[in-house]
């Protein structure tokens, strides 16, 4: 973990390196462009135009001339004037022979002709060039730090020497100890093959971001005390066409070299998703799979080199990928449960300063669905609050703040609500609070708040302390209701709706889709899933008439749960507009608070 955040802190100084050197060449273009400007202004008032210059030769008022060779510029004395002026003539020829002609006629003209300098001629042809030699660094170093440059750098991926070791990885037991064969495998190779063992060459990691993937790979990596070659999927397709299939060349040229070591691809979905027949990106993109089904299917049996991929949605990927001798060992990686969670929390625990009385497992209670990422996460923003609240240790009430950040957004003390928006986020939250309370599967609230946090004016909180493994249709339901709750009561109690259910909206659209069209418990579809994202085919082959027929069904099933909810608040009046009464008054109520208000 601390390598990753020195190669971060690389990078930040590399941005700020450029963002300096950019700012330096901007203010070198500025003072070269004020130079000029300014030089152009001197001359305007000591100029003479060229027509000018011709009358005045023609008056015969002209003192000295004097002028380089080369140059179009020259000098001129006007009689009875202090300075010296400058023209731009169109030919010298033509204007030497004009005052030597002058002069025939019996002119007292000076006629001074100096020999231009070989410097003072590549100094000017220089000065000339600059702006625009500025111009392109500047181009160059914008390029830069847009990342272009850098993806030079990805040629070489990165290597590390990984000192994470299982003991870093909390729960994921029966991961590691499948890993385990892989360890001893980069630690043994000889003992494998004269046995006649296959040791797999390719696993997949499957599992939501921030599930520990990436930490699992490098702990394997530590305790076989082997390098790590780490790339990402999407570094390999970005920018130019025909550099994925060589970065892939050259990934495992480098791992070749410095085999036993271990080579991590994140996201492979970006490259490794269903090979098409279509064109532009989407042929790079085949190509640079073409070249890592090669790399792999090539192995020498002698080398010992294991390959790691992640991803999230292993049903994206390419069929070949999967085939023997390449990702042909897959491991899911779930998000942690209670035990998990608490385990997780106490590795991020260690190196932070925590009062006697926290209780994680208390903590890991309350996070159920959170990933080892977040977790991590919360316990660094509780740091963050402690120090900023000056306490001596991080306590139990900092941790449960972090959490509230990092789920709902902080909490926003600055902002002035208006006496009408608060009135319509207490119903708005009342709404929810109130109808919940009424179905068996919602009614453990933990808390109700209309202080705004992030981008929502108000949340109502649920208690989560079982973990579930599946969610019955029942409590879908009632969550539906539930999130319409809010909606609603606006509707009932102001009989005005506000944007601020829109969020409720949305996750409650997405919840019954899911229901119908990925867990099959719609009564009149039966059990079918449908996942256009999948393959976007999929309800062309199902007919038309079927699509109809899901996006009828989405819209009953919310339109019911809606009027479920108004039904429950029109049921429920007294208890609504008391709760409401309270969160205006209160701004935040505890479980206890909100039992007793609708008692
Ligand atoms: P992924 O690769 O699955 O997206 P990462 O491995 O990058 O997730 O996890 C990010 C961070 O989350 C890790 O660096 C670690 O701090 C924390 N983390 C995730 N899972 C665990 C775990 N099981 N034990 C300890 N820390 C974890
Ligand atoms: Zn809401």
Partial sequence: ????????????????????????????????????????????????????????????????????????????KIKGEEKEKTAIVPSTQAFVELIQDKKLQGNQIELIQKERSVFVTIFDYLFSLLPTILIVILFVFLLKMQGLGDKGKVYDAETTKSKIKFDDVAGLDEEKSEMIEIVDFLKNPKKFYEMGAKIPRGVLLCGKPGTGKTLIAKAIAGEANVPFISMSG???????????????????????KIAPCIIFIDEIDAIGSRRTSGSGAETE???????????????????????????????????????PGRFD?????????????????????????????????????????????????????????????????????????????????????????????????????????????????????????????????????????????????????????????????????????????????????QIAKDMITKYGMSDNLGPISIDTEKDPYELQLLGEKFGDAVGAEIKIMLDNSYLKAQTILANNMDKLN??????????????????????
């Avoid at 066409?241 to 495992?252: I, N, T």
């Fill in 578 to 599: 008391k709760l409401a009464g309270v969160l205006i008054e209160k701004e935040v109520i505890s479980a206890e608070e909100f039992q007793e208000v609708i008692k």
């Fill in 329 to 509: 060992r897959q491991i899911n990686i779930a998000l942690p449960d209670m035990h998990g969670r608490e385990e997780i929390l106490k590795i991020h625990a260690k190196d932070k300063k925590l009062e006697d009385d926290v209780d994680l497992k208390d903590i890991a209670g309350d996070t159920a669905g959170f990933s080892g990422a977040e977790l991590a996460n919360i316990l660094n923003e509780a740091a963050i609050i402690a120090t900023i609240k000056r306490h001596e240790k991080i306590t139990q009430d900092d941790i449960e703040n972090a959490i509230k950040k990092v789920t709902v957004g902080l909490e926003r003390q600055s902002r002035v609500i208006s006496d009408k928006d608060k009135k319509l986020t207490a119903f708005h939250e009342a709404g929810h609070a109130i109808v919940s309370s009424q179905l068996e599967t919602q009614k453990d609230i933990k808390e109700v708040s209309i202080i705004p946090r992030g981008i929502a004016g108000g949340y109502t909180m649920y208690k989560t302390n079982e973990d579930k493994y599946y969610i019955s249709k029942t409590e879908m339901e009632e969550k539906l209701v539930a999130l319409l709750g809010g909606r609603a009561a606006e509707k009932i109690a102001l009989n005005d709706i506000s944007t601020g259910a829109s969020n409720d909206i949305e996750v409650a659209t």
């Fill in 234 to 256: 999407s570094e390999f397709i970005e920018m130019f066409a025909g550099l994925g299939a060589s970065r892939v060349r050259k990934l495992f040229e480098k791992a070749k």
């Fill in 1 to 76: 973990m601390n390598e990753d955040n020195n190669k971060q802190k690389d990078k930040n100084n590399y941005n700020i390196y450029y963002l300096i050197a950019a700012i330096v060449l901007l203010l070198a273009i500025l003072v070269v462009a004020v130079f000029m400007i300014s030089q152009s202004k001197s001359k305007d008032e000591n100029t003479i135009a060229y027509t000018d210059l011709i009358k005045q030769v023609d008056e015969n008022n002209i003192e000295k001339v004097e002028m380089k060779v080369g140059s179009t510029t020259v000098k001129v």
């Fill in 285 to 323: 993109n085949n190509q640079t799979l073409n070249q890592l089904l090669v790399e792999m299917d090539g192995f020498d049996t002698e080398e010992t080199i294991i390959v790691l991929a992640a991803t999230n949605r292993p049903e994206m990927l390419d069929k070949a990928l999967l085939r």
